[in-house]
């Protein structure tokens, strides 16, 4: 029921769903569903895992954990049984007795934001290694699904660390029931889990088939390149260490870095209108979600696929100009929008007005150009990408 909010090419599809279903169909992935209570978003992870686990709805829920300041890490990945102390046959060391959730391959962190910032900490270490720890011991789950809800920030909520929303691949809002779908609602005579049983199941070859049938999606060499020029866009900073905005700290666009620089205030330079550079993690989830989609809809993971996912895998990982972003037609709320005008702009000008310095580049890359030259022919182009990238790049080769 849910709004066809997300266009790539010509098909239009629910954007909280299909990137809900792009997550299941890969792996060591995390999907972010943010939007207010009651729309939908635990609801939905528990009915695709009902579907890919081929499980009940109810087996489903118990694998959840939900956000809250007292629950412990005991409570969410294992406890030691205190049995085993007084046991004839405890003479080496103890075993942990994992819980569920740490054992699943489908694993949903409810209500995120409701953790404090130190319990946060252990799933940023989840996400990181994949594999939890304990008491001197692992879990190693296997190759698994991450998702997570947030709602907005409330009295209850705890800001979300940067280093854990950066391990998080894909950042979704979740919208209320419109009006054709509370109509819909309304109509509705039977209860969720009676519905959820008539789901299609997939067994568990098919399930753990998925990650290789996305793999057989190859990325056009336009979407290659212009996700290496997207994360450099966000990226380069004439004024910061080795060029890498994401190694700023106090100083910082937003706070007079860009002061007196000739690339501020061009609409066409996305450098100074974000806070933060993009990690390599960002490259790496553009790749795999652009296969995601180009299978499930399936047609090529070309760059209509990567213009309709890329916005959503950056803008929670960015921190826009506020003078900028509250500007109509955004009105300091429509951020995904704006980041998605940046990242349009950015492919737009990999596509067009890059192509002769591409073409220079890569033809002194491969000898057919000395180095000299295409220095020399790249200097005159007024690109950051060029005199921060390319130019340094052949520099080194001489």
């Given amino acids: 029921m849910g709004r066809k909010d997300l266009s790539v090419g010509k098909q239009r599809v629910n954007a909280l769903l299909f990137f809900s279903l792009a997550n299941a169909c890969l792996r060591g992935r995390c999907v972010l569903l943010y ?18 686990l081929s499980m009940d709805l109810d087996e489903v829920e118990d694998l959840m954990v939900t956000g ?64 939890i720890s304990y008491a001197g011991q692992i879990c190693q789950p296997g190759d698994t699904c991450y998702f997570a809800t947030m709602n907005p920030e409330f009295s209850a909520t705890y800001p979300m660390d ?9 950042c979704v809002p979740a919208a209320q029931p419109d009006f ?56 380069l900073c004439e004024r910061a260490p080795s060029f890498d905005k994401t190694q700023l700290s106090g100083a910082k666009p937003s ?17 100074w209108q974000v806070d933060e550079g993009l990690s390599d993690r960002v490259r790496q989830d553009l790749r795999a979600f652009c296969r995601a989609f180009a299978y499930l809809l399936d047609r090529d993971a070309d760059l209509p696929v990567l213009k309709a996912i890329a916005p959503y895998i950056i803008w929670h990982r960015t921190t826009p100009l506020r003078s900028v972003l509250e500007r109509p037609p ?22 067009n007005e890059r192509a002769e310095i591409n073409l220079i580049f890569s033809r002194a890359v491969d000898g057919e150009l000395e180095a000299a030259q295409a220095i020399e022919e790249l200097s005159t182009f007024d690109d950051p990408i060029a005199r921060l990238d390319f130019i340094p790049t052949l520099e080194q080769m001489r």
Wanted: proline share 3%.
């Fill in 68 to 131: 809250h300041p007292e629950q412990t890490e005991e409570k969410i990945v294992g406890f030691l049984d205190p049995r085993q102390w007084t046991s004839a046959d405890a003479a080496g060391s103890t075993q942990v007795l994992w819980t569920a959730w740490a054992q699943s391959n489908w694993k949903l962190i409810n209500e995120i934001n409701r953790f404090p910032s130190g319990k946060q900490n252990l799933f940023l270490e989840i996400l990181q290694k994949r594999k």
């Fill in 255 to 271: 706070l007079g870095l860009c002061s007196g620089c000739h690339y501020h205030n061009n609409p066409e330079a996305i450098c």
């Fill in 162 to 170: 940067e280093a854990l929303l950066d391990r998080i691949s894909a």
């Fill in 330 to 351: 955004y009105f300091g709320a429509g951020k995904l929008a704006y980041v998605a005008e940046l990242v349009e702009k950015s492919i737009n000008r990999t596509m």
């Fill in 35 to 52: 939007g207010g209570m009651g729309a939908n978003k635990t609801t939905l992870v528990n009915l695709l895992g009902s579907s890919f």
């Fill in 180 to 235: 054709l779908a509370g109509l819909l609602l309304s109509e509705r005579k039977q209860e969720v889990r009676d519905l959820a049983s008539m789901l299609p199941r997939l067994t568990s070859q098919e399930f753990s088939s998925l990650p290789e049938n996305v793999a057989e999606k190859s990325l056009t060499s336009q979407v290659e390149l212009a996700i290496l020029c997207l994360v450099r866009d966000f990226t």
